[in-house]
């Protein structure tokens, strides 16, 4: 059973980075593909970006694109989220899933899910 944990949240300011991690066990991480996900206070989980398993397509949201950074390491069972520029909209829980193809790499595509890590951003 693939398990996934994240690491690497934390609370700072506008205008700085974070790098998210997340570290497979149980099961060989290329045989998913992998998203982060984000869910603000009151408001739905949102797909933040999403990566193939052979990292051929990724996908970003609107709002990231050209701040955040997807990559993955199958050898290692690792996927990162490298967060630039970070403003207050992004303060949340982030989550990393694995799920076996994703399309729209929205949250019913995906089914193995980490606890989380939260990221504040301050203003």
């Known amino acids: 059973q693939l398990q996934l944990v994240e690491s690497g949240g934390g609370l700072v300011h506008a205008g700085e980075s974070l790098r998210l991690s997340c570290a497979a066990s149980?099961?060989?991480?290329?045989?998913?593909?992998i998203g982060w996900f984000r869910q603000a206070p009151g408001k739905r989980r949102e797909g933040v970006s999403c990566?193939?398993?052979?990292?051929?397509?990724?996908n970003y949201i609107d709002s990231v694109r050209g701040r955040f950074t997807i990559t993955r390491d199958n050898a290692r069972n690792m996927a990162w989220l490298e967060m630039n520029s970070l403003e207050a909209e992004d303060t949340g829980i982030y989550y990393c899933?694995?799920?076996?193809?994703?399309?729209?790499?929205?949250?019913?595509?995906?089914?193995?899910w980490g606890q989380g890590t939260q990221v504040t951003v301050s203003s």
């Open positions: 149980g099961s060989d991480l290329d045989r998913y593909d």
């Open positions: 899933a694995a799920g076996p193809k994703y399309i729209l790499c929205a949250y019913p595509e995906f089914g193995h």
């Open positions: 990566i193939s398993r052979t990292g051929n397509a990724i």
